[in-house]
């Protein structure tokens, strides 16, 4: 067993950040519900960790009784089989952990027997359509990894996040990532792979219209096993339209080239909501705010003759949409905002979050500068065209990010490094 000389009470710990991410081809479907084999490839942008991540601290301990979690300051059971597989896999590729300074030895077959526990955080909505459970399960088995000192690659430690959540392994990779669906009956090729850094396309802005944070109805894990078990259409997509799309995405992705990502990313969103009205009976994520978003953007994109933003939704109505640049972005907000202006008890702080610099470039430092906004030209002559006052509760401005970090500073750890409980 681990030995700190004749003492036994020490915590060793370990603290990673993992970022979130949104498909542009997106997942959906499994042909393994078991080890969460998907039917087809699918492909990312990482989001800015500054913005949308999850924080992990995993710690070991020969005083803990039994495997622990606590998700927000919040006690949770890790009892789940997602949980449980990700614990098993890592503990698995478990080495030896030695800290000579600590004098603090960690034998490779200890971790059989030794309990950890385990805090993270988000700082964005948890279970609100923003992907947290992306972030939080490659946080989980990037920061257990850590803590274990496991000696695989990334990818290998992405197909271990896949089991936690299918859309995990993709958080493993910061940049543009591609989600090979594999071809092994043990998953073991079933991993995430890196397309391009986050230094290879820095021009793009991503803005999030956060439409609902309240909990949807149909969990993505049910909703794509009914479309596979009814869907009519789902073969056709996995089998023909997606692989066709993934290699022109990733054509687009290498190339830089705007107009066909936006394209692409837009036809694959329209048609993974289409499956899911396929899907008996029919599944609606999107709602009038979201069909609203998406007229504002083919009406733009239509008028100019070329498109200027790309928009994506995945299991709910929050709308991802990327422009190609800051000009356009500005150009985007101010659209935006004409149309979804605050509720008069908002204020501009909380109601467009993130890098707020998109906001100075669209002109709008104040609530009466967003009154004052024009119709843009598209709309200007056709009428009606109404404002929808909150019906957006708020805008994230961010970027395309890196992949999962180990955060040294250890006043950034969740658990207090004598008693291995919540701060
Ligand atoms: N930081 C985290 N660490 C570990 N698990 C997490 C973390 N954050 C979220 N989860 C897990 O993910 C679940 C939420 O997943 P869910 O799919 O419902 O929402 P979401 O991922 O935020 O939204 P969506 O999948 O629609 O984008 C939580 O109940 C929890 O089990
Ligand atoms: C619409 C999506 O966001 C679906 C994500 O599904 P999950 O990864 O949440 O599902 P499970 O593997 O069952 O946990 C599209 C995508 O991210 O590719």
Same mark, same amino acid.
């Given at each position: 067993m681990a030995e700190k000389g004749s003492e036994s009470e020490w915590v060793v710990m370990a603290t990673g950040r993992s970022p979130t991410n949104i498909a542009v081809i997106k997942y959906w479907g499994k042909r393994d519900e078991d080890l969460i084999l998907p039917i $087809?490839?699918? @492909?990312?942008?990482?989001?800015? /960790?500054?913005?949308?991540?999850?924080?992990?601290?995993?710690? %070991?301990s020969p005083t803990f009784s039994r495997d622990r979690m606590w998700l927000n300051g919040k006690e949770i059971p890790l009892s789940g089989e997602r949980y449980q597989k990700c614990l098993r896999e890592i503990r698995k590729r478990a080495n030896e952990v030695?800290?000579? +300074?600590?004098? @603090?030895?960690?034998k490779k077959e200890d971790w059989d027997r030794l309990h950890v526990h385990i805090s993270s955080y988000n700082n #964005?909505? *948890?279970?609100?359509?923003?992907?947290?459970?992306a972030a939080g399960f490659a946080c989980l088995v990037f920061t257990l990894a850590k803590?274990?000192? %496991? +000696?695989?690659?990334?990818?290998?430690?992405?197909?271990?996040?896949?089991?936690?959540?299918?859309?995990?392994?993709r958080s493993l990779f910061g940049g543009f990532v591609k989600w090979t669906m594999g071809n092994n009956a043990d998953g073991s090729d079933s991993l995430a792979i890196q397309l391009a850094d986050e230094e290879h396309w820095t021009d793009l802005v991503v803005i999030i219209a956060v439409v609902s944070s309240k909990q949807k109805e149909t969990s993505s894990t049910s909703g794509m096993r009914e479309t596979v078990q009814t869907s009519a259409l789902i073969k056709h997509r996995a089998e023909t339209v997606v692989p066709a799309r993934v290699l022109k995405m990733e054509e687009a992705i290498?190339?830089?080239? #705007?107009?066909s990502f936006a394209k692409l990313a837009c036809a694959d969103s329209n048609q993974f909501h289409a499956v899911c009205l396929d899907t008996s009976p029919p599944i609606f =994520?999107?709602?009038? *705010?979201?069909?609203?978003? @998406? $007229?504002?953007?083919?009406?733009?994109?239509?008028?100019?003759?070329?498109?200027?933003?790309? =928009?994506? #939704?995945?299991a709910g109505p929050n709308a991802v949409l990327i422009s190609p640049n800051r000009k356009t972005a500005a150009l985007l907000m101010q659209r935006l905002l004409y149309q979804f202006p605050p509720n008069q008890e908002s204020d501009l702080t909380s109601f467009v979050v993130g890098d707020k610099s998109i906001l100075q470039d669209a002109g709008v430092t104040s609530m009466k500068d967003?009154? $004052?906004?024009? /119709? /843009?030209?598209?709309i200007k002559d056709k009428v009606p065209h109404q404002r929808f006052t909150g019906d957006v509760s708020y805008f994230i401005c961010t970027r395309v990010g890196s992949g999962p970090k180990v955060l040294t500073d250890e006043t950034l750890a969740l658990l207090d490094p004598v008693t291995g409980l919540p701060k």
């Open positions: $087809n490839d699918s @492909i990312s942008l990482t989001l800015d /960790p500054l913005h949308l991540s999850a924080t992990t601290t995993a710690a %070991v030695s800290d000579e +300074k600590k004098r @603090i030895k960690i #964005f909505p *948890t279970a609100a359509g923003l992907a947290s459970s803590l274990m000192n %496991v +000696k695989e690659d990334l990818g290998q430690i992405s197909s271990i996040a896949r089991q936690g959540s299918g859309s995990a392994c290498a190339n830089r080239d #705007f107009a =994520y999107m709602n009038d *705010t979201s069909h609203r978003i @998406i $007229n504002l953007v083919e009406k733009w994109n239509h008028s100019e003759g070329t498109p200027q933003v790309a =928009y994506t #939704f995945d967003i009154e $004052n906004l024009e /119709p /843009p030209p598209e």
